[in-house]
């Protein structure tokens, strides 16, 4: 169990894995100096209230978004146009899984059956080339 001390993200490890064009997995790498990734939160239910006062709720199953962001000079940025220009040259969503290390929580989480949703195709460019958001959505969480 972690001692509620640690909160380091700078050992935070993620490793992308897509079927048939990474299978073994990249280690991503030159994250952005002040953010390296989001999992935004997600409903878990859906809930109303009738015109008698009475609420009811049920569970749905929704997508997880993930966000990376890596600064615009990231070696790891080649994986993301990898895949982002397969999908686009073979008109197909290519399956992605990304696992995240985080030894600061003790956890290792896992996202599965993913595809890409969005990227840039190239880095803003203001008094220096800014940092890009690659985000991807995922079925599952574990």
Do not use: H
Not at 39 to 64: F, H, L, T
Not at 90 to 98: D, I, R, S, V
Request: glycine share 6%.
């Amino acid at each position: 169990m972690a001692d509620y001390f640690d909160v380091t993200s700078a050992n935070v490890q993620i490793i992308l894995a897509c079927e048939d064009l990474y299978p073994s997995g990249v280690k991503l790498e030159g994250f952005s100096a002040d953010s390296v990734m989001t999992a935004d939160g997600v409903d878990q239910s859906e809930n109303r209230r009738g015109v008698d006062g009475r609420m009811v709720s049920g569970v749905v199953k929704n997508i997880q978004p993930v966000s990376i962001v890596l600064e615009a000079n990231s070696p790891s940025l080649e994986v993301f146009e990898t895949i982002r220009d397969a999908m686009s040259a073979n008109c197909k969503p290519y399956e992605l899984t990304l696992t995240v290390f985080v030894p600061a929580l003790e956890k290792t989480i896992v996202f599965r059956r993913g595809a890409l949703k969005n990227g840039p195709n190239l880095p803003s460019v203001q008094k220096t080339l800014q940092p890009t958001t690659w985000t991807m959505e995922f079925q599952e969480v574990a």
